[in-house]
């Protein structure tokens, strides 16, 4: 923390975003980080969290097994082992609280654009693809990613 406080000012309320992180780190040790990183935040601070589960969609269980066996760390979380990331912490949840990503305050979505004629469409890299989906037409089972935010009190 004191290399981050050499460019954050601690006296005020700072975002810790830990985004796509977490399931790279073994079970007991991520929720030890996560509450010795928010320990160290000042009051009225917010932590920013998403994580990968196999709740929604079976068929990341796949991923996991290919990451492991090339050694990687990667473990899935159930909603209830995400949710104690905040309650461990003292965390108050915003509202939905911990929800699939695309159901989190799905009503401040960015505006889609209007697509092009389809053979356009399809010569697009599917990531290019992206910004013509409405976040609306994703189902549970295409997201295996949960999402929250909480402030600390």
Do not use: C
């Not at 911990?98 to 004629?117: G, I, Q, T």
């Not at 890299?125 to 013509?132: A, F, L, S």
């Amino acid at each position: 923390m004191s290399e981050a406080a050499r460019v954050l000012d601690f006296n005020r309320p700072v975002a810790l975003l830990l985004v796509a992180v977490l399931h790279f780190v073994e079970d007991e040790a991520a929720y030890g980080i996560v509450e010795k990183l928010v320990d160290a935040l000042p009051s009225g601070s917010w932590l920013v969290l998403t994580h990968l589960t196999g709740d929604l969609d079976r068929r990341s269980e796949e991923i996991v097994r290919t990451l492991k066996a090339q050694g990687l760390t990667f473990v899935h979380r159930s909603k209830n082992q995400v949710e104690r990331f905040f309650a461990d912490s003292g965390l108050d949840l915003l509202d939905p609280g911990v929800v699939p990503v695309h159901l989190w305050r799905p009503d401040h979505a960015a505006h889609v654009l209007p697509a092009p004629d389809p053979e356009t469409l399809a010569s697009l890299e599917p990531i290019d693809r992206i910004k013509y989906h409405d976040i609306n037409d994703v189902r549970e089972g295409d997201i295996s990613l949960y999402a929250a935010v909480a402030r600390k009190p």
